[in-house]
C-alpha cells in the first residue's frame, strides 16, 4: 500500500507540475487520491469524509468548481504519459451520458444517450481515447452543448439560455454537432505532439460524411461504423462520358449505374464470402490457453467506392475513393447485422482490420470503468470548468490504474477483466 502511495505521489506530481500555485498542486493529488479510495459515492463531501486530515470539503469543492485551472494543460500532460506508456493503435471517439434529475446544470436537456438507451434529461460528454487491445486512457473531454442552449441557434430555449451565465458557461462556446467537437478534439491532441495512427469511431460519427471528410483532409486513416443504408458502387465499376451532342458543356463523367446500398453489396456477396475471425479474449470463461473465451465472428469485406453527398474526390479524378466495407455476418444470422467503412490500405489482412475496426470496445470498457468505481458520473456542481475539470481529473484516476495494471504484468493483454481499484 505504501509502495501505491508513493507511485501515486510521483504520478500527481508529474501531472500537475504545470500549476503555479502549491495548493492547487496539493488539492490536484488529493482529489484524485479520493477518486480511488472505496466508496459508492465519488463527489466531495463523501470523498472528505474519506481523506481523514485532507478532507477539507471546502478546498476540495474549490479546487475542482471554481479555482482557475486549464483543464487542457493536465489533459496534454497525460496524454504524454499514457502515449508513452501505451503506444497506441488508434484514437476512438465516442460520448456518454451523465443522468440528471433537475434542469440547473450546464447543457443539460432531454436528449438521447445510449447510456440510458433513451431520450431522457442529461448532459452528454464527448471523450477521446488512446487505445490498444492491452489498454486505454481518456486524454480529451468535451460537454456538448444543445442548440437549446445557444442563444446564436434558431432552436434557443430562454430560459436555458438564462441559465448559461450561472452555471459559468464561456460567451463563445456554442452548439457543435458532436462529431465537430470530436473533430476539435483530434486537433488540439495532435497540437500536443500526440501520434494518430488511426482513428476509431462508432455509427454516431462514421454516418456523418463531414466527419469522415474532416479525417480525410487531415490525413488520418479511420475505421468507422456506418449505417448499411448508405450508397456505395462496387470497386471495380468506372465513370464513363456521356453521349455529347458538340453544344454547350460537355457533361461531367458519370457512373453508367445507380449506386446500391452497402448492405445490397453485402448480401450480394452473399454468405459465402464471410469468413470466420477471432480477434481478442473476451471476459467469460473459456478453453483457450488463457482460460477466457475468444471473441468469435463470421466477416465479409469489400472494395467498394461510398456514393452520396460529401464524398470528397480527388482534384482532377473523376472516380470515386476507394474504402473498405467491412460487415459482420454471423452464421446465425439471415442478414449482416453491423457494417463499418475504413480507408485503410486496400492490401490489410482481414484479421488485422477485424481486430482495429473492433478496439471500440476499449472506450465502453473505459467509460465502465470510470462510472463505476471511480465517480465519473458523480459531479453534483453545475458549472462548465467545474464539470471540464471533474472529468479530466477522473480520467487521471483512471489512467494510474491502468499504468499500475500495466507495472505488475506488462505483456498480458486483458487482465483488468476484474478492475482493480
Partial sequence: MAEVREDLEAFTAELFDGFFRADQRRWGQVYVRGLLLDGKRKSVEPMAARLGEDGNRQALAHFVTTSPWNPAHVQARLAWMMQDAIRPEALIVDDTGFLKDGNASACVSRQYTGTAGKVTNCQVGVSLHLATDRASAAIDWRLFMPASWDPTSPEADPDKVARRGRCGIPAQAGHLEKWQLALDMIDEAR??????????????????????????ERNLPYTVGISGRHSAHPADARPVQPDYAGTGRPPKMQYPDPPQTMKDLVIAAGRRAA??????????????????????????????????????????DPELPERWLLAEWPATEPEPVQFWLSSLPSGMPLATLVRLTKLRWRIEHDYREMKQALGLAHFEGRTWNGWHHHVTLVSAAHAFCTLQRLARDPKDPVRDRAFTK
Fill in 191 to 216: 497540437s500536443w505532439g500526440v501520434d494518430v495512427p488511426l482513428v476509431v469511431a462508432d455509427a454516431g460519427y462514421g454516418d456523418a460524411a463531414a466527419f469522415r471528410s474532416g479525417l480525410e
Fill in 275 to 316: 469468413r470466420p475471425v477471432s480477434w481478442r479474449e473476451g471476459s467469460r470463461p473459456g478453453t483457450s490457453r488463457s482460460g477466457f473465451k475468444r471473441m468469435y465472428s463470421r466477416f465479409v469485406a469489400l472494395r467498394i467506392r461510398p456514393a452520396g453527398r460529401g464524398i470528397r474526390k480527388t482534384a482532377g
